[in-house]
């Protein structure tokens, strides 16, 4: 039985290790039988990359530094070059300084709130503008955000104005890019144990609020992020665009939790 991205061609930024929900999503996407195209931002990421990519049964291991035009630009090119048809992009880049997620949102530097904005915003856009004319007869481009891009989260801070900045990258997108059947959506997923999650003060902290409140009563499971990406990739989510999908168990909608919200 054929998977739902047979004969699929996709390209995955972002990928940092194991645990990351890039990884996460190249795993389902090869599952359902996509053709994987994987990248690393400098040579301090090439062999970890390298060696994921060979995981995973990636058919070119490429670089891209999203911050980088000429970057883009080559990937663009050498992807052209090889004839490659691309059905999906996965975007899942994101950064701010470190220090700017552990103090006073009102502290943040005008070059640490440039930085979170250039990596986890505008690089949608500059992969979009890069790859979408790839896209022959249409496909799927997605990107990760979080809770916070909407609501206060504790210590997240400039990385959630840039969410939304993200979010709205994501509408703006969806209707440049519908006339050519190209279909641009966020996932918005829950807290995760993730390397760039770690980054972020008393982070425990927030999955342990999240179990006891959501309505599932539980954090979000990596491969439910990946098989909403699935979902979005393949025929089956041709008619959605410009969205914000939540895989968080449900904590989007909550106000105040019960007092016995442990269940």
């Not at 053709?35 to 990519?53: F, H, S």
């Not at 904005?117 to 949608?124: G, K, N």
């Not at 008393?202 to 342990?208: G, Y």
Request: glycine share 8%; proline share 3%; with cysteine.
């Amino acid at each position: 039985m054929p998977g739902l991205l047979e004969a699929k061609t996709a390209v995955v930024l972002g990928i940092a290790n194991r645990w990351s929900l890039a990884y996460a999503i190249s795993e389902a996407f090869r599952r359902e039988g996509a053709r994987l195209i994987v990248t690393y931002a400098g040579d301090r990421q090439k062999l970890t990359v390298e060696e994921l990519g060979t995981e995973l049964g990636a058919e070119r291991v490429l670089a891209c530094d999203v911050t980088k035009d000429e970057e883009l630009a080559a990937l663009a090119a050498t992807l052209k070059e090889a004839g490659v048809t691309v059905n999906t992009v996965v975007h899942s880049v994101a950064f701010a300084n470190r220090e700017d997620l552990s103090r006073a949102f009102v502290e943040t530097s005008r070059a640490g709130y440039a930085l979170a904005q250039d990596v986890s915003a505008y690089s949608l856009i500059a992969v979009s503008r890069a790859l979408s004319p790839l896209m022959n007869g249409g496909g799927s481009i997605m990107t990760l955000s979080y809770l916070g891009s909407t609501r206060v989260v504790h210590n997240y801070n400039v990385m959630g104005v840039a969410k939304a900045a993200l979010e709205a990258s994501v509408r703006y997108l969806a209707n440049d890019l519908g006339p050519s059947n190209i279909r641009v959506n966020a996932i918005s997923a829950g807290p995760v144990k993730t390397a760039s999650a770690r980054g972020i003060r008393d982070f425990s902290r927030v999955l342990d609020a999240v179990a006891r409140s959501a309505p599932l009563r539980r954090n979000t499971d990596p491969a439910e992020v990946a098989d909403t990406a699935v979902f979005l990739a393949s025929d089956l989510g041709r008619g959605v665009t410009g969205n914000v999908l939540y895989v968080d168990a449900g904590f989007q909608i909550m106000g105040i939790p019960a007092p016995d919200a442990a269940g």
